[in-house]
């Protein structure tokens, strides 16, 4: 039973261009959200997180926005660069202390 | 800081041996989580430490898995005896607090069980 689910194994995108990557969930407690970004023969590395008293959270180059009555999370890059090309993990957890939950990742492949 | 530290990086064995991953926190992090990546199953995790001491292991696969965290600097994962469907990315991870905050990643332990 998936919670965190990301639907697109893989996404291609020209550079310069706006990458999106979509994340939707289906437990309603969950309240805090965050982004990690794979390279290949590394860990994953954190790259942005959302509360769920927001809906928009800013930085740099990457955006995520959150739309908790669709239950719905996406990540804005722009403009992608060909360093961007990666795994993207969403992740959730339903308060303090609880464990991450995270979905099986999005390939992103930035063309230059 | 050198980050989280596992080894090894790449681990072969046959069937039925044992296998000890072994993680390195960053130094003053409480919280350590042992997860593993699967194409199937992306990463999940398996068993999370606070303070030295195991608080979820609900995602222990089963019995011949087991995981101690001896101190605050050193965890190890085992599997005894070890299976072809083990064969994954093992990834160990650690947070200053926290289950739900920002975790550093290790590079991660590629298992191959034939």
């Known amino acids: 039973d998936q919670q965190v689910k990301q639907n697109s194994p893989s996404l291609s995108v020209q550079e310069g261009r706006i990458s999106i990557l979509n994340c939707d969930y289906t437990n309603s407690m969950f309240d805090y959200f965050l982004w990690y970004k794979k390279y290949p023969a590394e860990g994953p590395t954190f790259l942005i997180s959302?509360?769920?008293?927001?809906d928009k959270n800013e930085d740099g180059r990457f955006t995520v926005f959150l739309n908790k009555s669709a239950k719905h999370l996406s990540l804005h890059i722009v403009p992608s660069q060909p360093g961007d090309s990666a795994v993207y993990f969403c992740?959730?957890?339903?308060?303090?202390?609880?464990?991450?939950?995270f979905g099986k990742g999005i390939t992103l492949s930035v063309r230059p | 800081d050198a980050g989280v530290i596992q080894s090894p990086r790449h681990e072969v064995t046959e069937m039925g041996q044992e296998v000890t991953l072994r993680c390195k926190p960053i130094?003053?992090?409480?919280?350590l989580f042992w997860y593993r990546q699967t194409m199937m199953r992306g990463l999940e995790l398996l068993i999370y430490?606070?303070?030295?001491?195991?608080?979820?292991d609900s995602g222990m696969p089963e019995d011949r898995f087991s995981a101690k965290m001896p101190n605050a600097s050193f965890s190890t994962l085992k599997i005894q005896p070890s299976e072809p469907r083990d064969s994954a990315v093992y990834f160990c991870?650690?947070?200053?607090?926290?289950?739900?905050?920002?975790?550093?990643f290790g590079s991660g332990t590629q298992l191959s069980v034939l």
């Open positions: 430490f606070n303070n030295n001491v195991p608080i979820d």
């Open positions: 959302i509360s769920s008293i927001k």
């Open positions: 991870a650690s947070s200053l607090r926290s289950a739900n905050e920002k975790l550093f």
């Open positions: 130094s003053g992090h409480n919280s």
């Open positions: 992740a959730a957890s339903a308060g303090a202390n609880s464990k991450l939950t």
